[in-house]
């Protein structure tokens, strides 16, 4: 069995993701990776074959005038190289990342989709994240609907069903395939071997309104009454212009790190923090940020919003609680950094919980996939 795999831009999480598929797809099937001209070489295996394609990608979410620049304009043009489809000639094509529109376009350009089955990933289905993310999302939809795909991949339970009720995608091409564990990161922990300072508390990931910091910097003024020494490490860019008031008066209580975090800088933060939340408001897919920390081994503690708690179990592996509830929210917070032992408890807790998000496994549930579809084309 032969697949394409698509990535059409070189950063994010996004790379990563379909980098560790590709990897432990590519231990059962013969892989080749579409991908941009700069990515990162290092996140594949020998086995996976990369052909560069697409033209560098330079987009601020910030920004609705950047993504008309004659940079992105050349990098949209890029896309007419999917044609190479046809003389790699797959079993299998996988759109892992969202689909922009020069995708779609040059798939029916090119008719792709009438000779080749297409399994797209939908990773997200919809969040109030700015005016940008808004107009993005609400183009991805009718995007979404030219491509007749064979099968949609979403995380979550929540998102299926969500689906379904859009009725952007037929109830029987969604499969339900778990986010796996970054073992990019897992190596990383173990060539660190940093020992976590026992009050810091680390925010991850874009600055978006739908991830709940306000919530999380409201909360931090009665967790600082407990605990003096408490630091809550802000990492990830974005407009923080809205939050500053709130966080000058913290202090010295938070530390921020406002810009693009590399992978070595990911590792650095996570290595040496002790609890990792994700106060979402709302949300839908799977947090990037929370298979990082189950790559730490991190507690998490999150919001009760959309799937988190498919992945986060109560008790057991962190603290789920309501959203927008600075209280609770700094309830368990304190009651994490008091206690050593049950935070290595939760870490441990962890490790296991790991073992089913494994690539291996999540390889296997894309096997399968892969040949019903191609069952299915054989028996029509």
């Known amino acids: ?47 996976v074959k990369l052909i560069r394609i697409f033209g560098k990608l330079d987009l601020s979410l910030n920004s609705v005038i950047s993504i008309f620049s004659s940079k992105n304009i050349k990098y949209f043009l890029s896309y007419k190289n999917l044609n190479i489809i046809y003389d790699i000639n797959p079993d299998i094509i996988h759109i892992t990342t969202p689909v922009v529109f020069p995708t779609s376009l040059f798939i029916k350009f090119h008719k792709i989709d009438k000779k080749y089955p297409i399994i797209y990933t939908n990773h997200y289905i919809h969040q109030k994240a700015g005016i940008i993310i808004e107009i993005i999302g ?111 008066g913290l202090g010295d209580t938070v530390e921020i790190h406002n810009y693009y975090i590399s992978d070595n800088d990911v590792a650095a933060f996570f290595s040496k923090t002790s609890i990792v939340v994700l106060p979402y408001i709302q949300m839908s897919g799977q947090s990037g940020a929370l298979n990082v920390a189950y790559a730490f081994g991190k507690p998490v503690i999150a919001t009760d919003v959309c799937g988190l708690n498919e992945i986060i179990e109560q008790g057991v592996t962190g603290y789920l609680i309501p959203p927008n509830n600075c209280e ?29 998000l494994s690539w291996d496994k999540i390889a296997k549930k894309h096997i399968n996939m892969y040949e019903d579809v191609l069952s299915m084309l054989e028996n029509d």
């Not at 560790?20 to 996140?43: G, M, P, Q, R, T």
């Open 1 to 47: 069995m032969k697949i394409i795999y698509m990535i059409p831009y070189d950063w994010g999480g996004m790379a990563h993701y379909t980098a560790e598929l590709a990897n432990a797809v590519s231990e059962y099937a013969d892989v080749v990776v579409l991908c941009s001209l700069e990515i990162n070489k290092s996140y594949f295996n020998e086995s």
């Open 138 to 248: 609400r183009i991805q939809y009718q995007l979404d609907r030219l491509i007749k795909y064979k099968k949609v991949v979403v995380h979550t339970k929540r998102d299926m069903n969500t689906l379904i009720s859009k009725k952007i995608f037929d109830e029987r091409r969604i499969v339900i395939i778990p986010h796996g564990v970054y073992k990019l990161f897992e190596k990383k922990n173990e060539e660190l071997n940093t020992t976590p300072n026992d009050h810091v508390i680390l925010f991850f990931g874009y600055i978006r309104y739908y991830k709940g910091l306000n919530i999380l910097l409201r909360s931090m003024y009665r967790v600082r009454d407990v605990f003096e020494d408490v630091k809550l490490i802000i990492a990830g860019e974005g407009d923080l212009s809205s939050y500053m008031k709130i966080i000058k």
């Open 328 to 356: 609770l929210l700094a309830e368990a917070i304190i009651k994490l950094l008091r206690n050593k032992n049950l935070r290595q408890q939760f870490s441990d807790n962890i490790k296991i919980k790991c073992q089913d």
